[in-house]
């Protein structure tokens, strides 16, 4: 399983990237979610979409991964990130 999804990175061209691109790759997107849901109670207001239901449970296990790593370190280190995560999983 984890080398057809290695395959599947490096077919993409995603598992080509030196891991330091990776991370900014990742870091852009992270920032671009910390930036949309504010005090909200879901990404984009009031009301859940589909969006809210794939990011949340991405960054959830991000948060949680077993193991120390950059990308878990960056989630962990955006407060806004955090607290949206927080307030999803109290409200489940």
């Given at each position: 399983?984890?080398?057809?999804?290695?395959?599947?990175?490096?077919?993409?061209?995603?598992?080509?990237?030196?891991?330091?691109?990776?991370?900014?790759?990742f870091g852009s997107d992270l920032d671009a979610i910390a930036?949309?849901?504010?005090?909200?109670?879901?990404?984009?207001?009031?009301v859940p979409c589909a969006v809210a239901a794939c990011v949340?449970?991405?960054?959830?296990?991000?948060?949680?991964?077993?193991?120390?790593?950059?990308?878990?370190?960056?989630?962990?280190?955006?407060?806004?990130?955090?607290?949206?995560?927080?307030?999803?999983?109290?409200?489940?």
């Amino acid at each position: 399983m984890r080398r057809q999804v290695r395959q599947g990175l490096v077919s993409h061209g995603f598992g080509r990237l030196p891991a330091d691109e990776r991370l900014k790759w990742f870091g852009s997107d992270l920032d671009a979610i910390a930036g949309q849901p504010g005090d909200q109670a879901f990404l984009f207001g009031l009301v859940p979409c589909a969006v809210a239901a794939c990011v949340m449970p991405f960054l959830s296990v991000l948060d949680r991964l077993p193991s120390d790593t950059q990308l878990r370190r960056a989630v962990r280190s955006n407060a806004r990130l955090m607290a949206y995560v927080a307030r999803r999983r109290a409200a489940l």
